[in-house]
């Protein structure tokens, strides 16, 4: 059975409920705290690529540092993508979570209970 992990924000409602539905479901999963263990940008250039998203998809443009920084006028294309992910490993608080990767290189955001079931549909095949 493969095993996941979860990026979270220990503040994020979002993020709760997804832990609490891996634990009712049992789910054998290892939680990334990734405001405190930030991933590097070849970790967000990987997941990403298991995402099979662009980095400005899984941006939280409502964030302070997104308008301090101008995200919302940044192009989103691929010569603009290092300069998306060098925002995000430098400021992880625009990673949109919780992101729930897995051994079986699928990833997917986890913002729904239905994006945490189909998490774990993958991890029981």
């Known amino acids: ?6 990026w979270i924000n ?11 539905l891996l634990d009712a479901e049992g789910a054998e999963y290892t939680v990334r705290r990734y405001l405190e263990d930030v991933p590097s940008a070849d970790e967000i250039r990987a997941v990403l690529g298991r995402l099979n998203l662009g980095p400005w ?12 920084l101008g995200l ?4 989103r294309d691929e010569g603009a993508r ?10 992880p608080a625009l990673i949109q979570r919780p992101i729930i990767t897995a051994d079986d290189g699928t990833a997917l955001v986890a913002r729904s209970e239905d ?11």
Request: charged letters at 35%; hydrophobic letters at 40%; aromatic letters at 4%.
């Open 82 to 91: 290092d300069r998306w992910i060098a925002a995000l490993a430098e400021h």
């Open 10 to 20: 220990p503040a994020c409602s979002k993020c709760r409920s997804a832990i609490s």
């Open 72 to 75: 919302r006028e940044w192009p």
């Open 57 to 68: 998809d899984i941006t939280r443009t409502q964030e302070a540092v997104a308008e301090e």
């Open 115 to 125: 994006a945490v079931r189909e998490a774990l549909s993958r991890d029981r095949n």
């Open 1 to 6: 059975m493969p095993r996941m992990e979860i």
